[in-house]
């Protein structure tokens, strides 16, 4: 009767339930090592380099059988047939030495290959090296992939085992391309990590799930073999809406990550209310348009004023420039003022309307109160953009606008405190961020009620005091974007636009 019972016994027994890891695993097995992988927690795509839903198997199908998937495919498929082309390759075409060293001094130097084919320069070359000096086609299909190729490898190998921050940044191009660059920087606790720019890719369109997925991508370029979601410590990015509303996605996998709005982009908004207050533009703007693309008046202006600089040309998107130009203006009013109303008023409109705000004695008494009180606001800007300050320093100089502009006195005064709390109370991650400096700095001794990331252990936190609380680095790398894809040089494809940008800024 006792072995009669076993089977009832055993069929009674709960099914244990599979582990999520177990089931990713088992999909991977299922629809093919060579398409899909896991980290044990999320399933990747390799041909599409996404995530992919794993909650239902029946979402994999779909999404296998989707147009985009099977066009990526295609071209996986053909880079793949390359790879193997290229492996099979006799031992015999061995890549010359000189040229790759050739084409990284030039991508380094961002001078453009087709310069190869000018004959000063390449019998020049060709005098004091001693080399067969080859045509740029040779480099730009034999070579800029191993560059890439090594740069990325040598960055893998510095991140590994570090514990890193990101800065992500959108602009549009100059053939209307949404372009998305990616900075990682190395936290340490002994000083200032490197930076690397590791990803130059274009977007379909601009919101929170297109940063999300490129994000992922980024990280998918150093950690290959899985993300490591430990390691992510802080994410930077300016105040668009979209980007705040990816961070919120992606700190449900990234769970220690602080996301903190750009300190920098934070000023220059108090800046531009600064602005909006006073009427200080028609001076600006008449002023530049007086001397634009007129050489004979700029010849009168060094005529009567020999040592004084020309007047700015502030850009308005450009942080903090336009209060350095009212500040220009003040320091130098009777100067400016004496060689505008030399000019004949009948010569430009520009001239006659410049001339006419120049008598206005609200415009004196605005630039003497912009001086007086927002001069340190460019100041701070300008601080802030540097590279290798502690956090303690850059928590420092915010905060020593903030106690400035408490301080304001005046109409505005106000509009101007309220912008200025408005921009660093809605910026959430920043609070977090001063809380940890007073960790690091000794002013706070307790860990309770802080609201910061529970997943933090106290290591983490030592990794904090040199972080970085602007996006600066990012900017950076646009402005090497743009000076390489120039009006001259837009046949580039994106591809090669992106190897170039990551071994020109990593040189």
Same mark, same amino acid.
């Not at 996998?253 to 908004?269: G, P």
């Not at 005091?465 to 837009?490: C, G, H």
């Given at each position: ?198 990803? =130059? &890719?274009?977007? /379909? ?5 297109? +940063?999300? *997925? #490129?994000? $992922? ?122 060689? =505008? &109303?030399?000019? /004949? ?5 520009? +001239?006659? *309307? #410049?001339? $006419? ?135 580039? *494809? ?14």
């Amino acid at each position: 009767m006792f072995v009669s019972l076993n089977p009832i016994i055993i069929s009674n027994m709960p099914k244990e339930k599979p582990s999520s890891a177990f089931k990713l695993k088992q999909l991977v097995t299922d629809f093919g090592e060579n398409i899909f992988s896991t980290d044990s927690k999320i399933l990747f795509c390799k041909v599409c380099e996404i995530k992919v839903a794993s909650e239902k198997r029946f979402s994999i199908v779909q999404y296998i059988y989707t147009e985009k998937h099977k066009a990526s495919f295609i071209r996986f498929q053909k880079n793949n047939e390359r790879k193997n082309l290229q492996q099979l390759m006799p031992t015999t075409s061995k890549k010359s030495d000189f040229n790759l060293d050739l084409i990284r001094a030039m991508l380094a130097a961002n001078i453009p290959l087709n310069k190869l084919a000018n004959p000063q320069f390449k019998s020049f070359l060709a005098k004091y090296t001693g080399q067969n000096i080859p045509v740029e086609s040779t480099l730009r299909i034999g070579y800029i992939d191993d560059c890439y190729t090594e740069k990325m490898n040598e960055i893998k190998k510095l991140i590994n085992g570090k514990k890193i921050w990101i800065s992500m940044d959108e602009t549009t191009d100059i053939e209307g391309r949404y372009i998305v660059n990616t900075i990682i920087g190395i936290l340490s606790h002994d000083g200032p990590g490197e930076i690397f720019l590791i990803n =130059v &890719e274009e977007l /379909d369109k601009t919101n929170h799930s297109s +940063i999300c *997925k #490129a994000f $992922d991508r980024s990280l998918f370029l150093i950690w290959p073999e899985g993300l490591h979601y430990n390691d992510v410590l802080l994410f930077l990015t300016d105040a668009a809406p979209y980007m705040k509303k990816a961070a919120r996605h992606l700190q449900v996998f990234y769970t220690k990550m602080v996301h903190v709005t750009c300190l920098a982009h934070e000023l220059h908004r108090v800046a531009e209310d600064i602005r909006s207050h006073f009427p200080v533009d028609d001076l600006v703007a008449n002023v530049k348009k007086i001397f634009r693309k007129f050489p004979h008046r700029l010849q009168i202006f060094k005529t009567f004023e020999p040592d004084l600089a020309l007047p700015p040309e502030p850009i308005l998107t450009c942080w903090g420039t336009w209060i350095s130009a009212a500040i220009y203006y003040c320091e130098h009013f009777k100067s400016i003022k004496h060689v =505008v &109303e030399s000019f /004949d008023s009948n010569d430009s409109v520009a +001239i006659k *309307k #410049a001339q $006419d705000v120049l008598k206005s004695q609200t415009l004196q008494a605005n630039l003497i109160y912009i001086k007086s009180n927002f001069e340190c606001l460019p100041t701070a800007i300008k601080q802030l953009q540097e590279q290798k300050l502690s956090l303690f320093d850059s928590i420092k100089i915010t905060e020593t606008i903030s106690g400035i502009v408490k301080k304001l006195q005046g109409q505005h005064s106000d509009s101007i405190k309220t912008k200025l709390d408005s921009v660093l109370n809605s910026n959430a991650g920043y609070k977090m961020i001063c809380k940890i400096c007073k960790i690091l700095s000794g002013e706070e001794e307790s860990m309770t009620n802080l609201g910061l990331p529970e997943d933090m252990i106290l290591d983490d936190f030592s990794y904090f005091k040199y972080a970085p609380i602007t996006s600066t680095d990012v900017e950076r790398s646009f402005s090497k974007y743009k000076n390489l894809v120039t009006d001259n040089r837009r046949s580039l *494809k994106l591809d090669n636009i992106k190897k170039s940008m990551i071994v020109q800024c990593n040189f």
